[in-house]
């Protein structure tokens, strides 16, 4: 299965990201988020019948080569209400977020990019990469 195919079977609409741990020395980025939903390997897959629920779910970015905020800053915002991943012509996967929350009109919506080679996903009750 595809990286891509495995992003996409992922829900992090309305989950709030709780902190972000960045591990120069590792090349990894990590999004700690409050609940993951992995979405069933099916055409009629719902949020509402998952395969997995990961509360708290690690998000780890894996062979990371960048973070970036489109902003040019970070305003604390939490919610996550957009989310996709695609592959750059070198074979990289750049895996965006857009998160709301701020404290005026122009802090509440911000963008999170990171460029990397793969990810995994691991809840509270270990490591349970998506299948």
């Known amino acids: 299965m595809d990286i891509i195919h495995r992003f996409e079977r992922l829900y992090f609409g309305d989950k709030v990201l709780q902190s972000i741990l960045i591990d120069a020395s590792k090349a990894t980025v990590c999004l700690e988020i409050d609940s993951v939903v992995v979405l069933k390997e099916t055409p009629e897959a719902s949020i509402f019948d998952p395969e997995q629920v990961h509360e708290p779910a ?12 489109s902003e040019g800053t970070y305003a604390m915002n ?29 802090t509440f919506w911000r963008e999170i990019t990171v460029v990397a080679q793969e990810f995994a996903i691991e809840g509270a009750e270990g490591n349970r990469n998506i299948p």
């Open 78 to 106: 939490g919610t996550i209400v957009d989310f996709s991943a695609c592959v750059r012509d070198d074979g990289l996967v750049e895996f965006h977020f857009a998160l709301t929350g701020g404290w005026d009109n122009q």
């Open 58 to 69: 690690r998000l780890s970015f894996l062979g990371c080569r960048e973070i970036r905020f």
